[in-house]
């Protein structure tokens, strides 16, 4: 780790004559330098910090306090200093909330147990633990003093899959919260409705934005939760009814990492260096240069070769943006106000509802400058079969010439749409879906859910849960009938 002090990184914040560009590059650099230890990815480093008097972090003979580290990562959250993007679709693969004690005061204080127990669950699951049961254990001495009511405890006699499925009976029971069932990633020989926290998140649950801050979107139009816990205790049954049926679907969206620039380093190069003392004579170091020459050659035709490979990677996810448009029909003809309502319920089905700090019309303006950018892409996947061996070159070269001055700004209310994929239901409705959803699958609304669920139907008269979906035009109840709901059970 480098050297590091709190006055060197915080203290300029406080001054009149402030070099943003220098602090942002140290509290990058010291984000990266602190979150690459194996011991800030353990689960239960969290309590470690946020229990303490007093955290401090020592590299060497410089120190650091804690709190201190936490007004930089939330000053670097607020500049976007962390949501590194390559034109527009590439995300940087560290977690982008590595602090620990913001909030430390809220969690002990919280009243509702069931809720602080489920948001530390999901916020830390890219944790690592050796004991997956302690995903959940190292949690409980963070929700405050009503954490009894949830009757859980550490008991390491259990396998790991059944305090799981305990603890999702538990905040289900206690608290009726179905954002819990949004959270769950189908896994095999589990039940489907319960979440798996030895995995990182696949996706952004659709309940909450970028923000962390919950959607407001009602498919239940506010119906008051009915549900029970059946058979032994791997069936959940909740109330609700089906709306419609998946009848068509486009491919997923892959989340484009931008880890391999951290690979890139001279570290091979500098290895196969003729080594020269450094007091050797000048013609020495020149006829150590010359020998070197085609190693450095090499070398770099292995790089530019690597970073054009991995560059071209992201037409993959630009491909399957045109597929999804092409779905969704934006380019169809016809009246302007049909033309204008079709781009309407694309741009909300794909952010899912959420806008940019500047409002809806700003989203609409960056939305409309991000369709165009992938015209050349769109233009020459019409023609690709006739020039393949030109056609990633041409397709990439068109798009980033349209996306280097914007930016890829409309990325950043993409975030659900990764792992993802949009599908049209029988009704005509324009949906985002969970990646493994399939034709035939159901939508249904139950009560008190904020989000529509994907249900595959089984052979036992019971439904597998395959995630949320995010379907226009019932987003705020215009499809839930209270009087229709019937038992839905899930196993």
């Given at each position: 780790?480098?050297?590091?002090?709190?006055?060197?990184?915080?203290?300029?914040?406080?001054?009149?004559?402030?070099?943003?560009?220098?602090?942002?590059?140290?509290?990058?650099?010291?984000?990266?330098?602190?979150?690459?230890?194996?011991?800030?990815?353990?689960?239960?480093?969290?309590?470690?910090?946020?229990?303490?008097?007093?955290?401090?972090?020592?590299?060497?003979?410089?120190?650091?306090?804690?709190?201190?580290?936490?007004?930089?990562?939330?000053?670097?959250?607020?500049?976007?200093?962390?949501?590194?993007?390559?034109?527009?679709?590439?995300?940087?693969?560290?977690?982008?909330?590595?602090?620990?004690?913001?909030?430390?005061?809220?969690?002990?204080?919280?009243?509702?147990?069931?809720?602080?127990?489920?948001?530390?669950?999901?916020?830390?699951?890219?944790?690592?633990?050796?004991?997956?049961?302690?995903?959940?254990?190292?949690?409980?001495?963070?929700?405050?003093?009503?954490?009894?009511?949830?009757?859980?405890?550490?008991?390491?006699?259990?396998p790991y899959q059944q305090v799981y499925r305990d603890v999702a009976r538990s905040i289900l029971i206690y608290r009726s919260i179905l954002d819990f069932v949004g959270m769950a990633e189908p896994i095999a020989d589990s039940s489907s409705w319960v979440p798996d926290w030895t995995r990182p998140p696949q996706t952004t649950p659709l309940t909450v934005n970028k923000a962390e801050l919950p959607l407001l979107t009602q498919a239940s139009r506010r119906a008051t939760p009915e549900l029970r816990i059946s058979g032994q205790g791997d069936v959940l049954i909740l109330k609700g009814h089906t709306?419609?049926?998946?009848?068509?679907?486009?491919?997923?969206?892959?989340?484009?990492?931008?880890?391999?620039?951290?690979?890139?380093?001279?570290?091979?190069?500098?290895?196969?260096?003729?080594?020269?003392?450094?007091?050797?004579?000048?013609?020495?170091?020149?006829?150590?240069?010359?020998?070197?020459?085609?190693?450095?050659?090499?070398?770099?035709?292995?790089?530019?070769?690597?970073?054009?490979?991995?560059?071209?990677?992201?037409?993959?996810?630009?491909?399957?943006?045109?597929?999804?448009?092409?779905?969704?029909?934006?380019?169809?003809?016809?009246?302007?106000?049909?033309?204008?309502?079709?781009?309407?319920?694309?741009?909300?089905?794909?952010?899912?509802?959420?806008?940019?700090?500047?409002?809806?019309?700003?989203?609409?303006?960056?939305?409309?400058?991000?369709?165009?950018?992938?015209?050349?892409?769109?233009?020459?996947?019409?023609?690709?079969?006739?020039?393949?061996?030109?056609?990633?070159?041409?397709?990439?070269?068109?798009?980033?010439?349209?996306?280097?001055?914007?930016?890829?700004?409309?990325?950043?209310?993409?975030?659900?749409?990764?792992?993802?994929?949009?599908?049209?239901?029988?009704?005509?409705?324009?949906?985002?879906?969970?990646?493994?959803?399939?034709?035939?699958?159901?939508?249904?609304?139950?009560?008190?859910?904020?989000?529509?669920?994907?249900?595959?139907?089984?052979?036992?008269?019971?439904?597998?849960?395959?995630?949320?979906?995010?379907?226009?035009?019932?987003?705020?109840?215009?499809?839930?009938?209270?009087?229709?709901?019937?038992?839905?059970?899930?196993?």
């Amino acid at each position: 780790m480098n050297n590091f002090t709190s006055k060197s990184v915080l203290r300029p914040l406080q001054t009149s004559q402030v070099n943003f560009k220098l602090i942002l590059h140290l509290i990058k650099q010291l984000k990266r330098d602190i979150t690459k230890r194996p011991w800030s990815t353990r689960v239960w480093a969290v309590q470690e910090v946020v229990l303490a008097r007093e955290a401090l972090i020592v590299s060497g003979s410089d120190t650091l306090p804690w709190n201190d580290y936490d007004a930089g990562i939330e000053f670097g959250k607020e500049t976007g200093v962390f949501e590194t993007s390559l034109i527009g679709y590439a995300r940087d693969p560290e977690p982008t909330f590595p602090n620990m004690t913001a909030q430390s005061e809220l969690i002990l204080s919280s009243q509702d147990s069931a809720a602080t127990l489920l948001g530390l669950l999901h916020r830390h699951r890219f944790r690592e633990a050796t004991n997956p049961a302690d995903k959940v254990y190292s949690m409980l001495g963070l929700v405050g003093k009503n954490i009894a009511d949830l009757e859980i405890g550490p008991d390491y006699t259990l396998p790991y899959q059944q305090v799981y499925r305990d603890v999702a009976r538990s905040i289900l029971i206690y608290r009726s919260i179905l954002d819990f069932v949004g959270m769950a990633e189908p896994i095999a020989d589990s039940s489907s409705w319960v979440p798996d926290w030895t995995r990182p998140p696949q996706t952004t649950p659709l309940t909450v934005n970028k923000a962390e801050l919950p959607l407001l979107t009602q498919a239940s139009r506010r119906a008051t939760p009915e549900l029970r816990i059946s058979g032994q205790g791997d069936v959940l049954i909740l109330k609700g009814h089906t709306i419609d049926r998946i009848v068509e679907n486009a491919g997923h969206l892959d989340l484009m990492l931008d880890d391999w620039f951290d690979e890139v380093h001279d570290s091979e190069f500098e290895a196969a260096q003729t080594k020269v003392p450094d007091d050797a004579p000048l013609s020495q170091n020149v006829s150590a240069f010359l020998q070197d020459v085609p190693e450095l050659l090499r070398y770099l035709g292995h790089r530019t070769h690597s970073a054009f490979h991995e560059l071209f990677r992201f037409l993959d996810p630009l491909e399957r943006f045109v597929e999804w448009g092409k779905l969704a029909r934006i380019h169809d003809k016809g009246p302007g106000r049909f033309k204008a309502d079709i781009l309407a319920a694309y741009l909300e089905v794909l952010t899912a509802g959420n806008d940019l700090p500047g409002g809806p019309e700003a989203t609409k303006l960056v939305f409309e400058e991000w369709l165009e950018s992938l015209a050349p892409i769109r233009n020459l996947l019409k023609v690709r079969s006739a020039i393949m061996k030109l056609y990633k070159t041409l397709a990439f070269a068109g798009h980033l010439r349209k996306t280097w001055q914007i930016y890829g700004k409309f990325g950043d209310v993409l975030d659900h749409a990764y792992n993802r994929r949009t599908g049209r239901t029988a009704q005509g409705r324009l949906a985002l879906l969970p990646r493994s959803a399939a034709v035939g699958d159901l939508v249904a609304v139950c009560k008190g859910g904020r989000v529509p669920l994907c249900l595959r139907p089984t052979d036992e008269l019971a439904f597998t849960l395959i995630g949320e979906a995010y379907v226009h035009g019932v987003m705020d109840g215009e499809a839930f009938d209270e009087e229709r709901c019937e038992a839905i059970p899930i196993r």
